[in-house]
């Protein structure tokens, strides 16, 4: 009997065919137009700058995506900071502390387990959550909730507060994912991200979750000739999103060329099985949009959901896998350097084994070594997820022995050479 193979090569095809990236109207010229930023929370382009394609891949080609980082005197174990407001507040929260919000129903995305919670409080005990007393002061309002269910292997809640750290540390933009004792969310079930409505009466506790915002970076969202939104893969409404052949084939300059191959590898390094377009984050920094001009004098680009790392990647993917990422290989020719990262098909276009060269390679090699020199603060980054309460597989692999897999797979990239 002849095995059964039409149906199988049918949906690679498909699945191939969904993976193409979705750009509007070729050719592009990158030049710079004037924008506008939306301030309407009744449009759905609110808080984004919007702009004409040219003017959209024109910021690509000129943006910053690394920044030089002083590990001096910095937190690692603590994370990133947006300062205070106004008022003095913290716009952050503090690690490790109970916070009680309430649910808000908000469409998120993707697959892993997540919500919207508002009118956030925080306190040092649960104890003092139970009493209402001794609240901690700080600006946040809202912000998005990660959470590990029982009995599921949701990786999250742990992978993107190190991955999140450990880009943050290597001087790339990134988000802040800040670990805490637990969520109590009034309104919720014990699953909030399949909710269709507030859960009246109802309260669940979250003892493994993160509390995630985003850096200070106005979203640059593009339309095409027909005042359409460009769109994407997996997207939910306006995404300020960017596909990587678009970094490739638009920045010419060697420094931001450096920059993004840098970046590149730092995905291959972390093992990214998920590199779509939404993953990634085109904007504006604070003070860099003119309002009279219409331009941004600081575009960025950032990778704001390293969440699907640190394990294997390509058709099925095992985030936050020691194993995996123990034997995962960092270059598919060390020679050519030609990278071993591949985005998962059915996620749409991402990293297809892109090559490096000796600037990007010596940019990401260079910020490894400082990092991996300061071994309190790297070991501080894996305790701060409290890695060892993460079940890997029948296995709870210590902080050290994480740190000790991250040294050792830098020091592959710090003794590697590629072509100019």
């Known amino acids: ?107 998120l995305g993707g697959t892993t387990p997540k919500f919207e919670c508002d009118h956030i409080k925080t306190y ?28 599921k292997e949701d990786v999250k809640p742990y992978s993107t507060i190190i991955a999140t750290r450990i880009a943050w540390a290597l001087g790339f933009f990134a988000d802040i994912e800040t670990p805490v004792q637990e969520v109590i969310c009034n309104g919720c079930t014990e699953d909030p991200f399949h909710q269709k409505a507030p859960a009246a009466g109802k309260s669940f506790t979250f003892t493994t979750a993160s509390i995630e915002q985003h850096p200070d970076i106005t979203g640059i969202i593009g339309i095409d000739r027909k005042g359409k939104d460009l769109s994407y893969r997996k ?22 060329r450096a920059q993004f191959e840098a970046l590149e590898l730092l995905v291959a390094f972390l093992k990214d099985g998920d590199t779509k377009a939404v993953q990634n984050r085109l904007g504006c920094l604070p003070g860099g949009f003119n309002e009279e001009t219409g331009i941004c004098n600081a575009p960025v680009m950032v990778v704001h959901d390293f969440g699907n790392t640190l394990g294997s990647d390509g058709l099925r993917i095992h985030p936050l896998n020691f194993d995996d990422w123990s034997k ?4 598919d020719d060390p020679k050519t350097c030609k990278t071993s990262i591949r985005n998962n098909i059915g996620n749409g276009s991402g990293l297809d084994h892109p090559i490096i060269h000796q600037a990007g390679l010596k940019l990401l090699a260079d910020s490894l070594q400082r990092l991996i020199a300061d071994d309190e603060n790297l070991l501080a980054i894996f305790s701060a997820s409290k890695i060892e309460q993460y079940d890997d597989h029948g296995t709870k692999h210590t902080a050290r022995e994480w740190a000790d897999l991250f040294k050792k797979r830098a020091q592959s990239i710090i003794d590697s050479r590629c072509e100019p």
């Not at 609240?135 to 809202?142: G, R």
């Not at 306006?238 to 010419?252: C, H, L, R, S, V």
């Not at 995962?328 to 270059?331: E, Q, R």
């Open 328 to 331: 995962a290989k960092i270059w």
């Open 124 to 151: 040092n005990t649960v104890e003092d959550a139970a009493n209402k007393q001794n609240e901690i002061p700080h600006a946040l309002k809202k912000a998005k909730v990660r959470y590990g269910r029982p009995s």
């Open 235 to 256: 997207a939910k409404g306006p995404e300020a999103a960017w596909y990587w052949k678009e970094g490739q084939d638009n920045i010419t300059d060697p420094a931001r």
């Open 1 to 107: 009997m002849r095995p059964r193979t039409s149906g199988r090569i049918l949906w690679v095809l498909i699945a191939l065919f969904l993976s193409l990236p979705v750009i509007a109207q070729p050719p592009q010229t990158g030049a710079i137009n004037p924008g506008k930023r939306i301030d309407d929370k009744h449009n759905p382009r609110h808080g984004f700058i919007v702009v004409d394609e040219d003017t959209r891949l024109g910021y690509i080609k000129n943006a910053t995506i690394w920044r030089p980082f002083d590990l001096t005197g910095a937190d690692l174990s603590e994370g990133q900071s947006l300062g205070a407001n106004e008022d003095g507040l913290p716009r952050t929260l503090p690690n490790n502390k109970v916070v009680v919000c309430d649910f808000k129903l908000k469409e």
